[in-house]
């Protein structure tokens, strides 16, 4: 179309928020690469165009990465210790303004970094978190956001609240060891020397799934296989879990044991709801609070977002859905992947455009993997290139 025709189209507003394609490349660098495949895009059609870029997340892994990149501030590490007690340095981040603590538990009691040893599903501990939290709360944070996917713990948050100053303790007084294993043989719970500071400020939790902490749809059930628990730690872990739910009633008068969400993460968010003001929300949706996502796709008139394997799961909870549901109905939006596991009417029932795979034929993970950068970019030089060619919007 030539430049002296299209002086009558208004300027469009394209709004760039994918999550990571987890492997091969953060969301930061992939908002990045679909900024530059659609400026290039815009250009080559003589079309002004109005490019936001929002990197995001699920509230799971990359989350703090994507909200770091958001702010445009670096992580603060810290020395703590990982969910089998090894010493680790974990990242935080603050916002700007000092007041939001951002903390992916995972940083400290995340499966990937005991992969390199055999699993102690009874003995793996939250404890490591503590350390994230203290710092946040000695930097001044009034809200503290915390991730808890990818957890290789199922111990309630029991070593996250000893880390804050509580003590867990048997019927004869002595304290128990860390892990969930241990806690069938809880008594009480000491919180006389539990920091304040926990008490005081705003807990925001990442949860997207609706398990409870305890029975056949609980936190032990549903998640210890993956963090090497076989049945009879299963039970173990269990029933530790249901004598926390217990204790804790009959310390504050919470019951905790069938609220849809608690069982996330091997019950991490127990001991915080039990002792502290905590709000349970989707992962998406806090990231979207967090980084203001409505603003930006709730003026575009083409949103596009991505992930690394777009298939059912994504309409339920992660990125895409939530950058569907955040953006105005009239706008169009389209997906880009590593690869693609709906079909169109899938698609067009869910508020989809169109999905397009960076795969520019048969290749291999690895091979993707390599060249997702270049394959984002140019992927979506094609997908705006086309949407534009067909006049969308005049």
């Not at 490349?25 to 659609?38: C, E, P, S, Y």
């Not at 100053?165 to 294993?181: C, I, M, Q, S, T």
């Not at 008594?187 to 400020?201: C, E, F, N, P, T």
């Not at 008068?253 to 991490?268: C, D, I, N, S, Y």
Request: glycine residues 14%; negative net charge; charged residues 20%.
């Amino acid at each position: 179309m030539p430049p002296a025709e299209t002086k009558h189209l208004r300027t469009l507003s394209i709004a760039i928020v994918p999550d990571s394609f987890k492997g091969s490349a953060g969301a930061g660098t992939v908002a990045q690469a679909m900024a530059r495949g659609a400026r290039t895009a815009a250009r080559a059609a003589g079309r002004e165009v109005a490019i936001s870029t929002l990197p995001f997340a699920d509230g799971g892994e990359g989350t703090l990465d994507a909200i770091l990149d958001a702010w445009d501030i670096p992580a603060r590490s810290v020395a703590t210790t990982d969910a089998l007690g090894r010493d680790v340095a974990a990242r935080y981040g603050l916002s700007p303004d000092g007041s939001t603590a951002v903390i992916e538990a995972a940083e400290a009691n995340g499966l990937p970094a005991v992969s390199d040893v055999p699993l102690r599903p009874l003995h793996a501990t939250t404890f490591g978190i503590g350390a994230l939290v203290n710092a946040a709360l000695d930097a001044g944070a009034t809200e503290i956001v915390l991730c808890i996917g990818g957890s290789a713990t199922t111990d309630g948050g029991t070593g996250l609240l000893s880390a804050l100053g509580a003590r867990f303790l048997d019927r004869d007084g002595h304290e128990l060891p860390p892990g969930g294993g241990s806690l069938r043989d809880l008594a009480s719970i000491d919180v006389s020397a539990l920091d304040r500071r926990a008490l005081g400020v705003s807990w925001k939790i990442a949860c997207d799934v609706t398990n409870p902490l305890v029975g056949e749809r609980g936190a032990a059930a549903v998640f210890g296989p993956q963090k090497g628990a076989r049945t009879a730690e299963i039970d173990v872990l269990d029933a530790g879990l249901r004598r926390l739910a217990v204790v804790i009633g009959e310390a504050t008068g919470r019951q905790l044991g069938e609220v849809p969400g608690m069982g996330a993460a091997g019950g991490l968010a127990a001991c915080l709801a039990g002792f502290c003001e905590v709000e349970l929300v989707p992962g998406w949706e806090l990231v979207a609070q967090i980084l203001d996502a409505r603003e930006i796709l709730g003026t575009a008139d083409l949103v596009l977002t991505g992930e690394g394997r777009l298939d059912s799961q994504s309409l339920h909870g992660k990125v895409v859905n939530g950058v569907r549901l955040a953006s105005r109905p009239e706008a169009d939006v389209i997906v880009i992947a590593g690869s693609i596991q709906l079909g169109p009417d899938e698609l067009a029932q869910a508020g989809i455009l169109a999905a397009y795979s960076i795969s520019p034929g048969p290749a291999t993970l690895e091979e993707l993997s390599g060249q997702a950068e270049g394959l984002i970019e140019s992927t979506s030089y094609s997908v705006v290139r086309t949407y534009l060619a067909n006049g969308q919007p005049g």
